[in-house]
């Protein structure tokens, strides 16, 4: 019997995608005796047990379940369709059950609470790692410039706390606080400034080569953002381990050390990763979650929202970003439980407090000064700025060893004031809205340094003097251009190191510099020609003209969603991470242009790009499929490729049927009536097939090779002395979805995106031609796009 496969032992064929199997020509014959799908084997219908009493009984493999039975190997889909029955089915029985017994009620209302239990525990257990990140990532930072010598363990800004000597204008210097040089050389002027750029790049170097050694060593999916392969996995696709305790452990470990480290990345995008693992960790102790890899992936949905929730103490965004940018399958429920477990997140950080501000966020501004509607120009500038920035091909690069890309940031980030500062408190200070207290080069502001033009003298008669740039702030200014080409440069070649890295923080951080570098402009552009028509009423004495703060949110806001493509979420986690609820134009006018522009030049954004780049099986619910194919021209086998593998409902001994397991590697196989009709069954899968198997030369006595395997529910004759059959009927699917030779491939794609299928088998009237699995449906659409097909490596 020719059991060839589509292909030899893999997906990959010879043929053309173009080729196309000729089916005009195809006569379906039943004018043979096909027997019907439950054969009647004797006038009176199926028997019970046609065996004498002395033979062995038929064994139904899932009378009681087989371990491993309904589960799914490493680098599989699942099928959300079959998850989705066994839920309903064991809630059924659930419900059923609970109206004849106290005990089964109990039981039941138990069970429903289980999924709003494990939502509090996510949340708590999310919320104190995120704190405790944050708390060590703070210290750590500050620990490559100096020490506290109250306590070690305290940061610069806690260790001046309760200093008597600390004054306004230098409120971050006090006795306690020892920079590296005047702990060892006792002075901090003078030439001792290298030996603090030497402790700078030493620690730098170190956190960064213990988070490397720790991720290669003991966990490699601890690396990198991690939104991508979430993404995919909440799609049904399976990575073992990526979720596990030993990525939570040292992925919570080395962004600690990758952050302090000073690279050029943030904690943001890895926050969503942890909130995930712990997730993943605790569904194994509910049981309906643990074996049920569709409410586990309802709990991962979840769970993306608390990550964001912590990462940026926005839980309505978090829930509104798990909704549009990673789940697959966001049911309502999932919403208000997201909501809740957001909510104990946001929570937890806010009582362990680990900004010392009160709030649950580091950026909090308070803009007083509204804006104006031509200022919606500048911001849609800064818009086509995020929308560029967003194309910059982050992930194309080759992966740069860490050390050389940490040597090379700390070097030259030390001496620029706004480089050497974690990117949390360079965006602080961008955004921050100078008050007349503030001591910063970027609130240097005065009356007297703009000489003694016309200008400038009507100006400050004006009262406007204020507002004029001082020798500070244009300081500020070409450090702060430089450090946006810095920024610009190093997270590129920062963006795919393994360590754990977010895109977040480095992309608001470059949009948050070029908008005050704008927004500053702008100012200065308003009070030097306030007079003007078009300046005219923006300016009044002892008020701001222009609040620079502002242009950075806004710039931030632009170029996160030129990288993410994230919309309404964005706007929501802008708004909540700085409380400028008033600023909701402005952020939307940025976050839609960046989007427009950015999709204008390529419709992935950075997470799309490295899912295509790593071949995972992804169907983007946002590509449109235009092309005018059919399910015939993508279907296997082809015209040149060897017989499709199936099996028959009977008739198959127990050799064969293991004989065809050794010699393909397809997840699942066709069962047919008969390899002549070629008349649909139904469809098993191989890991189901292998198990049972297994199970039954395991378990039932008697059988052998030349054992007959049976997928009817009838019995069939057989002389009394030959084996004892293995009836798998009860691992068949009766109900596989099926298509036609003629049904659009754009409704075929739909398909799979919307009931999450594995494969789907094509017939014609009702007889067996071929089947489409997920990876022939996305190297079709690869195939179409002008992209290799053979990138997609995963079934």
């Known amino acids: 019997m020719d059991n060839g496969g589509f292909c030899n032992n893999n997906y990959h064929s010879g043929s053309s995608d173009d080729e196309l199997v000729d089916i005009s020509d195809v006569t379906v014959n039943f004018s043979e005796d096909v027997p019907p799908l439950d054969l009647d084997y004797s006038a009176g219908g199926c028997k019970a047990d046609w065996r004498p009493s002395n033979s062995p009984k038929l064994i139904d493999l899932l009378d009681d379940t087989v371990p491993g039975i309904g589960t799914y190997e490493d680098f599989n889909t699942i099928d959300w369709v079959r998850e989705k029955s066994k839920d309903r089915d064991r809630h059924r029985e659930i419900t059923n059950?609970?109206?004849?017994?106290?005990?089964?009620?109990?039981f039941s209302i138990s069970d429903a609470f289980s999924g709003w239990l494990l939502m509090l525990l996510i949340g708590l257990m999310s919320g104190a790692l995120a704190g405790g990140i944050d708390i060590a990532a703070h210290w750590m930072t500050d620990l490559k410039e100096g020490v506290c010598l109250n306590g070690f363990w305290f940061n610069h800004e806690h260790c001046c706390w309760a200093s008597n000597e600390t004054t306004f204008q230098e409120r971050d210097k006090c006795p306690q606080w020892?920079?590296?040089?005047?702990?060892?050389?006792?002075?901090?002027?003078?030439?001792?400034?290298?030996?603090?750029?030497?402790?700078?790049?030493?620690w730098a170097l170190l956190f960064a080569f213990l988070a490397v050694i720790l991720v290669r060593a003991f966990a490699p999916y601890a690396c990198g953002s991690g939104i991508p392969e979430i993404k995919t996995i909440l799609s049904g696709f399976i990575i073992r381990g990526y979720l596990g305790k030993w990525t939570l452990i040292i992925k919570t470990i080395t962004l600690v050390l990758a952050v302090s480290s000073g690279l050029s990345l943030g904690k943001e995008g890895p926050l969503v990763h942890v909130?995930?693992?712990?997730?993943?960790?605790l569904c194994h102790f509910f049981t309906k979650y643990r074996r049920n890899e569709a409410k586990r992936r309802e709990v991962l949905s979840a769970a993306s929202a608390v990550g964001v929730s912590v990462a940026f103490g926005a839980p309505i965004g978090g829930v509104l970003f798990s909704l549009e940018e990673v789940s697959y399958y966001f049911p309502l429920k999932t919403l208000w439980r997201s909501f809740f477990a957001a909510l104990v997140a946001a929570f937890t950080l806010r009582s362990i407090n680990p900004f010392g501000n009160s709030r649950l966020v580091l950026f909090y501004v308070e803009f007083h000064t509204p804006w104006h509607l031509l200022e919606l120009i500048p911001f849609v500038l800064l818009g086509i700025f995020g929308g560029l920035w967003g194309n910059t091909r982050l992930g194309h690069y080759p992966v740069i060893e860490v050390l050389v890309v940490t040597l090379l940031t700390a070097l030259l980030a030390f001496p620029i004031e706004y480089t050497r500062m974690s990117s949390s408190e360079l965006i602080s200070e961008l955004f921050n809205d100078c008050g007349l207290l503030d001591s910063s080069k970027l609130c240097d502001y005065s009356g007297n340094s703009g000489g003694t033009s016309g200008s400038v003298n009507a100006t400050a008669a004006n009262g406007l003097g204020a507002r004029l740039a001082g020798p500070g702030l244009y300081t500020a200014m070409w450090q702060l251009a430089l450090a946006l080409v810095f920024k610009m440069l190093i997270t590129v070649a920062t963006f795919g190191i393994k360590v754990p890295s977010g895109l977040f923080i480095p992309s608001i951080a470059v949009g948050a510099i070029a908008g005050r570098l704008l927004g500053v402009g702008m100012e200065q552009l308003a009070v030097h020609n306030h007079e003007r028509k078009i300046f005219r009423g923006w300016c009044s004495p002892g008020a701001d003209c222009i609040t620079p703060g502002l242009y950075?949110?806004?710039?931030?806001?632009?170029?996160?969603?030129?990288?993410?493509?994230?919309?309404?979420?964005?706007?929501?986690?802008?708004?909540?991470?700085?409380?400028?609820?008033?600023?909701?134009?402005?952020?939307?006018?940025?976050t839609m242009t960046s989007k427009w522009v950015a999709d204008a030049l390529s419709r992935e954004s950075i997470y799309e790009a490295h899912i295509r780049l790593n071949g995972y099986p992804f169907l983007e619910a946002k590509e449109e499929f235009r092309h005018k194919t059919l399910a015939t021209d993508v279907m296997r086998p082809r015209q040149s490729d060897p017989p499709l593998s199936v099996l028959t409902q009977s008739g198959m001994s127990v050799e064969e049927v293991e004989r065809l397991i050794a010699d393909t590697t397809y997840s699942g196989f066709p069962v047919v009536i008969s390899q002549q009709s070629q008349r649909l069954v139904g469809f098993v899968l191989r890991r189901d097939l292998v198990i049972s198997l297994e199970n039954a030369?395991?378990?039932?006595?008697?059988?052998?090779s030349v054992s007959a395997v049976l997928f009817t529910e009838c019995d069939p004759p057989a002389s009394p002395s030959a084996p004892p059959a293995?009836?798998?009927?009860?691992?068949?699917?009766?109900?596989?979805?099926?298509?036609?030779?003629?049904?659009?491939?754009?409704?075929?794609?739909?398909i799979f995106r919307k009931l999450g299928l594995r494969q789907c088998l094509v017939i014609q009237n009702g007889r067996l031609l071929g089947i489409i699995t997920k990876k022939d449906i996305l190297k079709h659409m690869a195939q179409m796009a002008n992209r290799d097909p053979e990138s997609i490596l995963f079934n």
């Open 275 to 281: 909130a995930c693992c712990c997730a993943n960790i």
């Open 697 to 704: 030369r395991r378990h039932q006595e008697g059988v052998v």
């Open 97 to 106: 059950k609970s109206k004849h017994s106290t005990v089964a009620l109990l």
């Open 552 to 590: 950075a949110m806004v710039g931030a806001a632009a170029c996160l969603g030129g990288v993410t493509r994230m919309t309404v979420s964005l706007v929501v986690i802008m708004f909540e991470l700085t409380g400028g609820l008033e600023y909701i134009v402005p952020l939307m006018a940025a």
């Open 178 to 202: 020892k920079t590296w040089a005047e702990l060892m050389v006792g002075v901090s002027e003078g030439s001792v400034n290298v030996l603090n750029h030497f402790m700078y790049v030493s």
């Open 726 to 750: 293995v009836k798998l009927h009860n691992i068949l699917d009766l109900s596989p979805f099926t298509v036609t030779v003629h049904t659009p491939m754009e409704i075929v794609v739909d």
